[in-house]
């Protein structure tokens, strides 16, 4: 009976098929079940680590309020007592506030600019205050005010956290925070009062309205804190200095007292000494906030590592099993089904064995070569090797195939007659059961034609991009050569700035026409000998738009890099330049690298309005740029590598260097 060999084949995959279904089933169901507690466990650990980042911006939010409150309440004093009182401590204060401030920000990084807004609004306050030019009421609602935006962020933070504890450790905290402001709120308002030496209205409601909010937040407190914490609470309302200080307040609200009399030295003392006691348990009370994050963070990791050790664990467990199922089967069916996958690819196909030599050509092959298959049976590859290909490509193809990985690339082959072809070239290294390398198979594209119109399509644009780059030069009395070593400078900015090879490429060809706009400029203003009017100016700054104007709406990268050099080349580091006073990473690489390129060179030229300058005065000038004109990182790669820029202004002075090149 004959062997029906496609039958054997459909059988053989229609077995396979279901072996891998039965082994991939309970895989997928212990995969799914075990990744949902992974990924549970992993979201909370990241929350958890966010949330840490958080406490610490808390704190630091904390202890900038505790100054904020402190300055609020000298400043009550200072107003009150028309300067006469608590001038030396108001100075004090805003040094610890600035100080405090500037922590903030650095820890916070949360809307820096609109915080440093806000510092230079304290500022300003502070100067009102200073002069007595602002009303003890005005004074005390600005600083409350701020307070209350800084409390916003930790008050907001407890909306997030869905861990049960801790939300109560920070519910129990804004309580607290709560409270400490009252009280802050009562000292100012008080310390205003004492100073004025009688009742004033609107501070004495301002006290009354805080302590509402005081008695609010502690019955608040009361109710969801912990037995351990009210203990520790209970320390500071029992202490002489806090009975003194609510004795003072019911004297105070519950009477009709006009006239005061009460040292508001005293009593700021007195106020202040509780306030530290609160700042002092507000910040034991982070300590078992920090804890509790510890611990729930290592729980979460060991929960976490363990999850993943089993999926792991069994995941190489039933692979294994399903390997032992299927290898006998997978064995006989795997040197063809690489056979046909490789051979499916393409149609220019050659084998070689472990060793390099070829073992067979097909009809496409020979065709395109010019050899026969008996030319090249028994051969090297080497045989068709152009040249032109660098050894080291042939080593990393071989490195690569060896390593059992295909390769892929464009190699350029020798013709029998000595003509060339470029082909698209995969070699795949064909495996036995065992994994070992049994021989190559290469599949090829013929791409020489493709290749060669690229060229064709290359080289043209890049002669049109320099004529017309060189037309403009020529129309603003600039040297052509200008803008070929400006493109050359640009190129190499880019290289050692890590620019990906495409990219280097179009801000290459893009750079030479940065100035393009300037074929718009009317030549009495573009020509003109003496210093341009500002109405002139104007019209001569607008060809970095006629240039933007002439490639935005192209989809082409090149053109879009044309477009982006030529907008921005005049933006400064700084922010100073114009069209649009961009400044640091606003202004695209392309143009940072094309305004450092262009400055160079024509520092370096003679024009009809300036001679050439000396080196040593050039690179002065650029390191003094360096942050205000320049981008500092592109200053760094120029002196790293002046030598290289030298050698660029040295090739490129004199018309042969360009002939050379094109």
């Known amino acids: 009976m004959k062997f029906n060999f496609k039958e054997y084949i459909i059988k053989t995959n229609n077995i396979v098929k279901k072996l891998k279904v039965l082994t ?31 406490i610490v911006k ?15 309440g000298i400043s009550s004093g200072y107003i009150g007592s028309n300067a006469k009182e608590f001038a030396v401590e108001l100075q004090q204060q805003k040094v610890r506030t600035n100080k405090a401030f500037e922590r903030f920000i650095q820890i916070s990084h949360i809307d820096t600019n609109l915080y440093l807004q806000q510092q230079k609004q304290l500022d300003i306050q502070r100067e009102k205050i200073q002069t007595l030019q602002i ?30 504890k801790m939300k109560n450790y920070l519910q129990v905290y804004t309580n607290i925070a709560i409270m400490k402001e009252s009280l802050g709120q009562i000292r100012g308002a008080f310390n205003g009062i004492f ?15 805080a302590q509402g909010m005081f008695d609010s937040a502690h019955h608040r407190f009361e109710a969801i804190a912990s037995h351990k914490i009210l203990q520790k609470f209970a320390i500071i309302t029992q202490s002489k200095e806090y009975k003194w200080i609510h ?21 700021w003392k007195q106020a202040t000494y509780v306030l530290n006691q609160f700042y002092s348990f507000e910040k034991n009370y982070f300590s078992q906030i920090d804890e509790y994050i510890l611990y729930k963070s290592h729980h979460l990791m060991m929960e976490l590592t363990l999850n993943f050790t089993i999926l792991v664990f069994i995941t190489v467990f039933i692979s294994w099993l399903g390997y032992k199922i299927k290898n006998d089967i997978m064995r006989n069916i795997s040197l063809l089904n690489e056979y046909k996958n490789a051979v499916d690819r393409s149609s220019i196909v050659s084998k070689t064995n472990k060793r390099g030599i070829i073992t067979y050509v097909n009809e496409q092959f020979c065709k395109i070569s010019g050899y026969t298959q008996n030319e090249l049976l028994g051969k090297s590859h080497n045989i068709v090797r152009h040249p032109d290909m660098p050894k080291e490509a042939f080593r990393n193809m071989w490195q690569t195939i060896l390593s059992k990985q295909p390769w892929s690339g464009i190699v350029k082959n020798k013709k029998k007659d000595g003509g060339a072809y470029i082909v698209e070239a995969t070699i795949n290294p064909i495996l036995n059961h065992d994994g070992e390398i049994e021989e190559f198979i290469a599949i090829r594209n013929d791409i020489t034609e493709v ?31 200008h803008v070929r070593r400006v493109a050359k400078y640009s190129e190499l900015l880019a290289k050692y700035s890590q620019l990906n090879p495409e990219e280097i490429k ?28 500002p109405d002139e100016w104007e019209v001569m700054k607008s060809h970095t738009t006629i240039g933007y104007n002439l490639f935005q709406d192209s989809d082409k990268p090149l053109l879009k890099a044309a477009a982006i050099i030529a907008h921005q080349h005049h933006e400064k580091y700084d922010g100073s330049g114009y069209p649009q006073g961009l400044k640091g990473d606003e202004i695209h690489i392309y143009a940072r690298i094309t305004a450092l390129a262009d400055t160079f060179d024509a520092l370096n030229s003679k024009r009809s309005y300036k001679e050439a300058w000396s080196d040593e005065d050039i690179f002065n000038y650029i390191k003094q ?19 290289e820029f030298l050698e660029i202004r040295k090739h490129y002075k004199d018309a042969s260097a360009f002939m050379k090149e094109s």
Do not use: C
């Not at 169901?29 to 507690?37: A, D, R």
């Not at 100035?515 to 003496?530: A, E, F, Q, S, Y």
């Open 195 to 209: 100073s004025l030496e009688y009742m004033e209205k609107q501070l004495f409601y301002k006290a009354a309205h």
């Open 135 to 164: 009303s003890n009421i005005d004074s005390f609602n600005y600083y409350t005010k701020l307070i209350a935006q800084l409390q916003k962020y930790y008050l907001e933070t407890t909306l997030y956290v869905e861990d049960t």
């Open 247 to 267: 004795k003072t307040i019911q004297k105070y609200s519950t009477q009709e007292v006009r006239k005061t009399t009460l040292n508001p030295i005293t009593w």
């Open 58 to 72: 808390i704190k630091q939010t904390a202890a900038l309020i505790d100054e904020l409150q402190k300055e609020r």
């Open 506 to 533: 179009n801000l290459t060809l893009a750079s030479p026409m940065h100035d393009i706009g300037k074929v718009g400029i009317p030549d009495h203003i573009l020509h003109k000998p003496t210093k341009l009017t």
């Open 451 to 481: 290749i060669k119109l690229h060229e064709e399509l290359k080289n043209t644009q890049k002669d049109l991009i320099y004529r017309m780059s060189e037309l403009t030069e020529t129309r603003s009395k600039e040297t052509g050569f």
């Open 24 to 54: 991939l089933l309970p895989l997928v169901v212990i995969f799914i079940y075990l990744l949902f507690f992974i990924f549970n466990s992993y979201n909370t650990l990241l929350r958890f680590h966010t949330l840490q980042d958080d």
């Open 625 to 643: 740029e360096s942050g205000k004109h320049f981008d500092p990182k592109l200053i760094t790669i120029f002196f790293e590598h002046l030598d």
